[in-house]
């Protein structure tokens, strides 16, 4: 067929964990900074009680897809989707680095647990001590929200007695990330409850040639640059962006056909970020 149009719709919830409602336990938080201190203070292994949340709602889910595949000419097929989630009441583990970032909660002694003995850390004239503990828990955020086009361009050549040659582009655009109505696309969100990486712009593009029992595979990885907010190291510059990086892996691979009692069975290497590229 030259066009092809499709279209889903769903919605879906989940109920809180036993261990998200009754979890008790203790770990340790590295690079942590006080969010009323100047310099960077880059505490490690600082005790942090993880508590569950036995008031927790269930989350639930909407989204949606619409998306076509056009297949021009022989040989040839693209690929769009727009896609979009929503998600309400989802269930988060509070992020103990940005509780004790935060201005909004870092005098909060629920949160974070503060000791005058333990070293001096003057707000309004007043030592409040240094941060010796954080306590956190599940939450059920707001909302989140987030939507994106995937797109895909297929092409397959076959040159006789010379192999065939498959080629994939594959990209994914997010445009939209937010969380609790705080736009945060284009950001790794570490410090943020519930968020996860929210890269713009991500692709691949893949050759395969193959001939006979041998095949050569090329692929090219690209991934967009984004906002880094991840607290670094002690005595490491902040590095407030992380750039955009392209990565080229190669490998090859000769089948082997049926042997030893199995059905089909191969060998092959092949090598990964082959100009070394540095993240």
């Known amino acids: 067929d030259l066009l092809g149009v499709r279209a889903t719709w769903s919605t879906s919830?989940?109920?809180?964990?036993?261990?998200?409602r009754y979890r008790q336990n203790v770990v340790f938080s590295n690079a942590v900074n006080d969010g009323l201190t100047v310099a960077n203070d880059n505490l490690s292994r600082v005790p942090t009680q993880v508590q569950g949340n036995a008031l927790l709602e269930p989350q639930s889910s909407e989204n949606y897809n619409i998306g076509f595949t056009v297949r021009p000419w022989e040989g040839w097929s693209f690929d769009a989707d727009y896609w979009h989630f929503t998600f309400e009441d989802q269930i988060s583990l509070e992020n103990?680095?940005?509780?004790?970032?935060?201005?909004?909660?870092t005098l909060d002694p629920t949160k974070v647990v503060r000791n005058p003995a333990a070293g001096i850390v003057i707000y309004n004239g007043v030592n409040v001590g240094q941060i010796v503990g954080l306590n956190v828990s599940y939450v059920n955020n707001a909302s989140l929200e987030t939507a994106g086009f995937d797109l895909a361009l297929n092409n397959t050549t076959d040159f006789g007695s010379f192999g065939v040659l498959r080629s994939t582009i594959m990209a994914t655009y997010q445009n939209k990330y937010t969380i609790n109505g705080r736009d945060i696309t284009g950001s790794r969100n570490a410090r943020t409850a519930g968020g996860s990486f929210a890269i713009p712009w991500r692709a691949t593009m893949s050759n395969m040639w193959g001939l006979g029992d041998h095949s050569v595979q090329s692929l090219l990885r690209y991934t967009d640059g984004y906002d880094n907010d991840q607290t670094p190291n002690a005595g490491t510059p902040a590095k407030p962006n992380i750039e955009s990086f392209i990565a080229w892996d190669l490998s090859y691979n000769y089948s082997l056909g049926e042997r030893w009692g199995m059905k089909d069975s191969s060998v092959g290497?092949?090598?990964?970020?082959?100009m070394d590229e540095a993240a």
């Open 13 to 20: 919830f989940l109920a809180p964990s036993l261990y998200q």
């Open 96 to 105: 103990a680095v940005e509780l004790a970032a935060n201005l909004d909660t």
């Open 269 to 274: 290497i092949g090598v990964n970020n082959v």
